[in-house]
């Protein structure tokens, strides 16, 4: 595994702790507090570097929840869904478009820690 790599999985790994600690019940269903099935769910994918670790691009989930979104939710209620449970859709859409190459994963682990 490169230097690279390893900053890469460690600012994940940090972006979920966070996004878990956060959430600590299912933002969709409820299921919880402290469900050990909760997963953390980018709401924009993460190969768009410029949201990939920002904590608004999160949602913790039970893991039913979790497979309804990606398999269920259509386009064109994605939008309305999101902002239903608090996230600033507009904002991070206008972001994810931005080339993030200036974000570095080892300094994001760091501070998400």
Request: net charge negative; glycine share 8%.
């Given at each position: 595994m490169t230097k690279k790599q390893r900053a890469i999985r460690d600012a994940d790994q940090a972006w979920r702790r966070l996004i878990l600690s956060r959430d600590i019940s299912?933002?969709?269903?409820?299921?919880?507090p402290g469900s050990p099935y909760r997963q953390a769910h980018h709401v924009f994918s993460r190969r768009?570097?410029?949201?990939?670790?920002d904590a608004r691009n999160g949602l913790g989930l039970c893991r039913g929840c979790h497979?309804?979104?990606h398999n269920h939710l259509r386009s064109?209620?994605?939008r309305?869904?999101?902002?239903?449970l608090g996230v600033p859709y507009d904002?991070?859409?206008?972001l994810s478009r931005t080339s993030g190459k200036g974000i570095?994963?080892?300094?994001?682990?760091?501070?998400?820690?």
């Open positions: 299912c933002r969709r269903c409820g299921k919880g768009y570097r410029s949201t990939r670790w497979f309804w979104v064109a209620d994605e309305d869904f999101y902002i239903g904002a991070l859409d206008l570095d994963p080892a300094t994001t682990a760091v501070l998400l820690d």
